[in-house]
């Protein structure tokens, strides 16, 4: 059952970028947004879609799970933080098992930065910076029955699949009732995890 998290409405994206600069604004990471704003089909469409930490949950936080200085940690709520900055070495081990593309490496300071659902706000019960700011409803914070006492009809999926591998997130998208599950991802593959295969890369069903 999903607790108060984040859910991305696409068709309500209009690419203002309010998300980007109120990230910009969070005492963590001040002067850089960890929320990337994509143009899926950029010349064709001005369909625009937030993209943040999708707080993996199965499998369990691949950035996590091959970090060899352990720098990212995951709460005991499921939110996956960033790294922390006293251990972090910059190898980029992260940015290559994300199978959304989250995390970034600041080349000048060797740190990953990415998204942690602005935890010093959300663990005392107030929304993201991103979602606070959102003037149409694409980010929206809460719970599932709140989003759907306000949006009636509306259905969500935490389920992506990329190729055959189907990953489980603690942040939801709102997606038409027939497309509940699993939404397509692309054909990304994840990477092995601590020297294990994953489903679908040779992995012992």
């Known amino acids: 059952m999903l607790g108060r998290t984040i859910f991305i409405d696409p068709g309500r994206c209009i690419g203002c970028q309010a998300c980007v600069s109120a990230c910009r604004e969070c005492d963590s990471h001040r002067g850089k947004s960890m929320i990337h704003l994509d143009y899926p089909d950029e010349g064709h469409t001005v369909a625009s879609l937030p993209t943040v930490c999708m707080h993996c ?19 005991a709520d499921g939110v996956v933080q960033e790294a922390d900055p006293t251990r972090c070495i910059g190898c980029a081990n992260c940015v290559n098992a994300c199978p959304f593309g989250v995390p970034k490496i600041d080349l000048e300071a060797k740190l990953q ?3 942690n659902l602005c935890y010093d706000r959300t663990s005392y019960g107030l929304a993201p910076m991103c979602a606070t700011v959102c003037p149409t409803g694409a980010l929206f914070y809460g719970t599932v029955e709140e989003l759907q006492a306000e949006r009636p ?3 969500v ?3 992506f699949a990329f190729g055959d591998t189907v990953v489980s997130t603690g942040v939801a998208m709102v997606v038409p009732a027939e497309r509940r599950a699993p939404v397509p991802g692309g054909m990304l593959n994840l990477i092995e995890v601590n020297g294990r295969p994953t489903p679908g890369n040779g992995a012992r069903a």
């Open 153 to 155: 009809g509306v259905d």
């Open 157 to 159: 999926s935490t389920m």
């Open 57 to 75: 949950e199965d499998p369990v936080a691949p950035c996590a799970e091959v970090c060899p200085a352990e720098a990212i940690l995951i709460t």
């Open 113 to 115: 930065m990415k998204c």
